[in-house]
């Protein structure tokens, strides 16, 4: 059962991972699943406070996620035609590129900026303008990606040394004793 147990939890690690770039699959969500499975299995069973503090950085990037493009979009001078251009755009890509794998990044990134784009041109911004906006919903959601990225490894090292622990590799496990 044991085996299974750790088995499934590289499975999540790695839907975590893909989840960074393919946007229907929860990222952070799947990694911190596999804290879970391990620790309420029996695995390894993890410090109270290392589980709230995985927790609240999977809750942190849920919100990141939703609201770094609306922030970039907005700081960038667009409205919330630009908002709603970028919203829609994201969620466009969900069911056209997410299948591309690697390279779905490349398009939800396009189609943010061009969800962007359109919507603040359709709320009236000159072109320059226009662009400036879907510029800051682009770099809003590359960093919205890169934090959900960060979460993912640390999820993953915490992972990785709690199976360290595990399996009595001494000279990880002694380092590490507030897991």
Partial sequence: MEIICIILGFLLIIIGFIGIIAPILPATAASFAAILLIHFSKVYEFHLLTLMIL???TILTFLVDYIMPVIG???FGGTKYGVIGSS???FISVFIVAPMGIFAIVGILFLAF???YFGEL??????GEAIYAATGAMLGFLFSTFAKFVVCAIITVVFLLALACHFKIDFLCDKFLFL
């Fill in 114 to 116: 061009i969800g962007a």
């Fill in 122 to 127: 359709i709320g009236g911004r000159p072109n």
């Fill in 88 to 90: 829609i755009g994201i």
């Fill in 73 to 75: 979009t907005k700081k």
């Fill in 55 to 57: 927790s609240a950085l």
